[in-house]
């Protein structure tokens, strides 16, 4: 190194290796790992929306079977509407049991126990349980990524900060170098002491 005025060496190329480690805009990990974020957010979101309507139904299937148990009036609105909806939501399982008569109701009206329906909550909660394990096994996944992409920035982080200290270390070395062939210093100590 030669002595430059002011004291201070000519600037250094930094290492090749050590400067690619540095981020210089996004990097091809960085892409691939937000878009596989994302499809476990959209994965996550419909899981959601799938388990929300296996629960609207479930509570269909109970109010429909508990009216039909308690032989509720069916020429009310609200029964009308509740026994739309049950019919909906039973389509797949209809026919696979015969209800049960227990009785009649106090407005002439038969109690039903209605096996089929039993059948279908059955099921239906059966599946919202798979959907809520997969909800927990996305929710996972997005966890780990983040986790990963935390300890990317961190070594990241690291690596600039020890870069930045070999550059200064070879600065410094680089002066005192310059200081003892100009003879203005005694030969260097060794650091730390």
Known sequence: MTNVPGGMPPPTTPNPVVASAQPTGQRPDDVSTTLKRGSIWIARAISYLVYA???????????????????????????????????????????????????????????????SIMFAMIIYAVVAIAVSAVIAWLTSRIDRVDRDVALAMERDRHQRELQALRDQATIVQAQRDAEQRAGTTPPSRPPGT
């Open 53 to 115: 309507y296996l629960l609207v139904v479930e509570a269909i299937l109970v109010l429909g079977f508990s009216l039909l148990l308690f032989g509720a009036n069916p020429s009310s609105s609200f029964v009308e509407w509740a026994y739309r909806n049950l019919e909906r939501a039973m389509r797949p399982f209809r026919g696979i049991f015969a209800p049960v008569e227990i009785g009649t109701a106090g407005n002439d009206v038969p109690a039903i126990f209605d096996t």
